[in-house]
């Protein structure tokens, strides 16, 4: 470079931060960070190996620190942020324990919207305060991705519903404080959608044990220790007349609006619900592909080959930089999808784009690290293949990557007649 080209050379001007950065968020983020690395990665590192449970005490700093309330409104003794606090939180959660980031999706607000508009509000304190921690029984040995084929019945007897069934991955149930059930109230009349006739009833119950009626085991998984997820029969479970779940109508009756604004609120209220839950298992997924990649760049320097760290080699450092980058492509997009949900904006495409990505990302990112790691990488005495075993998870759960293709194509063309 000549002295002329140098006088006129100006440095490049530094990246703008996007417009969701706050310091706020930032001082958030740090928070979540250090208790993750300080307090959860430990217990982690201590029990998943045994398939142990989440302590109480863990439980309850996740209480202290209010993450159990991200999404509940500060009136009710919640955060009262949005769904970028509650995922950004969750990805730093999920780089030490996926579960410790999934158990707070068994709260914020879950389980309240019943219709008694006192109730709704007393059990939202009580979910910001970790003391109303659920359970949602959604499938069936026949009905996975298909709930419109769910079968366990609910029949009206005078005050109480009577539950008759078989559920399936219930993660948390015991444990939990409550199980959300979706049922089959009645069979849908022609012309009607196949779902016509399903409703969620909220089934209360005692931390670690289960009411009358109602029976099960554990799940042996692979993986995602932490809590465990049961198989259930129902056998004429009784739960009261008033406990049905609407979110849609809850969200309506609490909005200010009046008429049609108010149909629109719940309504935008039931569907964020179902994005919110596919953009934080992207944000799970990528705190999982994150700690592969940092437990990754911590080994590579340690071992070492031929005389060298194997982080010299050119072909590790290349692989370490084609993961980072994959990494930060999905940690963008999801935090683009929750802005848009917290703006109130229409993003069900963007939502399952979003899971599909991500998790497809971890699966491809935690294997590599295991390839990084050679035959240390598959032992327990490292924990790469814990973040191998969860990650292979996120693209199961909260839908498929089938399903999430299938919404998106959907959005993106329209089917023939024939289709």
């Known amino acids: 470079m000549t002295s002329s080209e140098n006088e006129t050379w100006q440095p490049e001007p530094p990246v703008l931060l996007p417009p969701w950065h706050t310091p706020e968020r930032e001082k958030l983020q740090e928070q979540a960070r250090r208790f993750a690395m300080d307090e959860v990665l430990p217990v982690a590192n201590e029990l998943d190996p045994q398939k142990g449970e989440i302590p109480a005490s863990l439980l309850s700093r996740l209480a202290e620190l209010g993450y159990f309330g991200i999404t509940v409104p500060a009136g009710q003794g919640g955060l009262g942020l949005g769904v970028f606090e509650y995922c950004m939180v969750s990805e730093e ?28 509000q007393d059990l939202l304190a009580r979910s910001a305060r970790g003391e109303w921690i659920g359970a949602i029984a959604l499938s069936e040995p026949d009905a996975g991705s298909d709930l419109a084929g769910v079968s ?41 959608s196949r779902s016509a006739g399903l ?23 692979v993986g995602y220790h932490g809590f465990l997820t049961w198989d259930l029969r129902f056998d004429g479970v009784r739960i009261p007349k008033d406990n049905v779940i609407d979110q849609a109508k809850a969200a309506k009756e609490d909005s200010a609006e009046e008429g049609e604004a108010a149909e629109q609120a719940g309504f935008a209220e039931a569907q964020k619900f179902l994005n919110t839950a596919r953009v934080h298992t992207a944000a799970r997924a990528v705190g999982l592909a994150r700690a592969a990649l940092e437990d990754s760049i911590v080994y590579l320097q340690e071992r070492e080959q031929f005389g060298h760290p194997i982080s010299d080699f050119q072909a590790l450092r290349f692989t370490v930089a084609e993961m980072a980058a994959q990494i930060e492509q999905s940690r963008a997009f999801y935090r683009q999808v929750a802005h848009l949900l917290d703006l109130g904006l229409p993003c069900a495409k963007e939502a399952s784009m979003v899971k599909l990505e991500a998790t497809e990302m971890s699966v491809r990112v935690t294997n590599q690290a295991m390839q990084l790691h050679g035959g240390n990488g598959y032992t327990t005495e490292r924990q790469v293949e814990r973040h191998w075993r969860d990650a292979r998870l996120t693209t199961i759960f909260e839908g ?14 329209p089917r023939s007649p024939l289709g």
């Open 400 to 413: 498929t990557s089938e399903i999430q293709k299938r919404i998106i194509s959907d959005r993106l063309l």
């Open 93 to 120: 959660l999920a780089r030490a324990w996926m579960s410790t980031a999934s158990i707070l999706a068994r709260s914020q607000g879950l389980g309240t919207a019943v219709a008694d508009a006192d109730r709704r």
């Open 199 to 221: 409703v969620n009833l909220l089934l209360e119950k005692e931390r670690g044990e289960f009411p009358e009626g109602l029976s099960g085991y554990p799940i042996d998984k």
């Open 152 to 192: 366990t019945r609910a029949v009206l007897d005078g005050d109480e519903w009577v539950v008759t069934g078989h559920k399936r991955w219930c993660g948390n149930a015991k444990a939990a404080d409550f199980i959300q059930v979706l049922v089959r109230e009645r069979d849908p009349e022609q012309g009607e």
